[in-house]
């Protein structure tokens, strides 16, 4: 599968799934632009990848619009964008304040429609595609993940409501729906015996998964491999949806 000549936008780039991501997208030939709100990890991942890295905040519309405007004016187009940036949330409804469900709803949900209204513009010229991560706890109930599962359950939905409007357009919308992966983000609950044994428990075969589990589907999504595939939520997880 190869993205020769393809360009693309991976936001939350820097770390975790979206920099295996980044880094397979690189091996199979595309141009890639990470987008990262940290300005020092992201230039440093980029330098090492060989790519272009835009400082963005995904809760900002105008900050995504403009990451978009700098890719099409630095490689002369956008052919696939993936919504990967996220946070995680640890607590139940009443647990929460308002101010995280705020956040998380802020960057998780709003982050991927805005990445998604920037880029369509330019996706319906090159018959591109948008590649959203969401997560199993946008298909079922996430234990004491309250902000979480709403906002991941919004991108699952979305997901298919963008396929269906754009289909004709040629813009394929799809989302992987990742089990619990080894990134900086679960590092410190994946740590704890309890969380670990929770998520064994879980999983059929036993394990989290590693970055480089995922990136596989996002490349062939982007790829013309994936022609007739449009607003489906693929889970990656071990099993963990299967039972
Ligand atoms: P991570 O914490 O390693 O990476 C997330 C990246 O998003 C970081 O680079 C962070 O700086 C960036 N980011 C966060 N807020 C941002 C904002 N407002 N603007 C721009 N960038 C921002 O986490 P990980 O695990 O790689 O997560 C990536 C995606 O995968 C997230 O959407 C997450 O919800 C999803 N996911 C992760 C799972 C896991 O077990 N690690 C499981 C299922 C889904």
Request: proline share 5%; charged share 15%.
């Given at each position: 599968m190869q993205l020769d000549g393809k360009t693309a936008i991976v936001t939350g780039g820097a770390s975790g799934i979206g920099r295996a991501i980044a880094t397979a997208y690189v091996e199979a030939g595309a141009d890639v632009v990470i987008a990262n709100r940290t300005e020092?990890?992201?230039?440093?991942?980029?330098?090492e990848l060989d790519c272009t890295f835009v400082r963005t905040d995904v809760r900002e519309y105008d900050q995504?619009?403009?990451?978009v405007e700098a890719t099409v004016d630095e490689y002369g187009a956008l052919d696939v964008m993936v919504n990967n940036a996220g946070v995680a949330s640890e607590t139940t409804v009443e647990e929460?304040?308002?101010d995280e469900w705020e956040n998380v709803l802020r960057t998780d949900l709003d982050g991927v429609m805005h990445g998604t209204k920037a880029a369509l513009p330019s996706l319906?010229?090159?018959?591109?595609?948008?590649?959203?991560?969401?997560?199993?706890?946008?298909l079922v109930g996430g234990k004491g993940a309250a902000s979480y599962s709403a906002a991941k359950g919004?991108?699952?939905?979305?997901?298919?409501?963008?396929?269906v409007d754009y289909a004709t357009a040629g813009v394929r919308v799809n989302s992987?729906?990742?089990?619990?992966?080894?990134?900086?983000?679960?590092?410190?609950l994946l740590e704890t015996d309890r969380?670990?044994?929770?998520?064994r428990d879980e999983t059929p075969m036993d394990r989290p998964a590693q970055?480089?589990?995922?990136?596989?589907?996002?490349?062939?999504?982007?790829?013309?491999?994936?022609?007739?595939?449009?607003?489906?939520n693929i889970p990656v997880d071990g099993g963990w949806t299967a039972h």
């Open positions: 020092s990890s992201g230039t440093a991942v980029a330098d995504v619009e403009a990451l929460m304040s308002l319906k010229e090159t018959d591109g595609c948008i590649v959203n991560v969401a997560s199993i706890y946008g919004g991108v699952v939905n979305f997901t298919q409501q963008v396929a992987i729906c990742p089990g619990f992966v080894e990134t900086p983000m679960t590092e410190d969380f670990y044994s929770f998520v970055p480089e589990e995922i990136a596989p589907l996002a490349v062939f999504l982007a790829s013309d491999g994936a022609s007739y595939l449009t607003g489906a």
